[in-house]
Nanobody, 116 residues
Framework: QVQLVESGGGLVQPGGSLRLSCAAS????????MGWFRQAPGKEREFVAR????????YSADSVKGRFTISRDNAKNTVYLQMNSLKPEDTAVYYCNANYGLTTYWGQGTQVTVSS
């Protein structure tokens, strides 16, 4: 059974940092693209960042470039999202995603709230 389990969310002040983790299990993800998406209240889910499990190449949304960094630890089967210089508009539920062709898996999400 495939599982993506996110952790690391919480409440942080504007300008602060958080690191989200996504632990993947249940199959081999070496051919998968791993990503982070987020959904704010009343808004559609949006893409944040993606990393290739095989070669580590990354791609990020313009709204987070220079502030968020996606990375992976192959030995731990874990993907990370380092979030710096957080803004109130980054407040959302953050979801981990694994994609290969028509196959997609989602985690349950972790809440990130940026507020003073």
């Amino acid at each position: 059974q495939v599982q993506l389990v996110e952790s690391g969310g919480g409440l942080v002040q504007p300008g602060g940092s958080l690191r989200l983790s996504c632990a993947a299990s249940g199959r081999t993800f070496s051919s998968y693209s791993m990503g982070w998406f987020r959904q704010a209240p009343g808004k559609e889910r949006e893409f944040v960042a993606r990393i290739s499990w095989s070669d580590g190449s990354t791609y990020s949304a313009d709204s987070v470039k220079g502030r968020f960094t996606i990375s992976r630890d192959n030995a731990k089967n874990t993907v990370y999202l380092q979030m710096n210089s957080l803004k109130p508009e980054d407040t959302a539920v953050y979801y981990c995603n694994a994609n290969y062709g028509l196959t997609t898996y989602w985690g349950q999400g972790t809440q990130v709230t940026v507020s003073s």
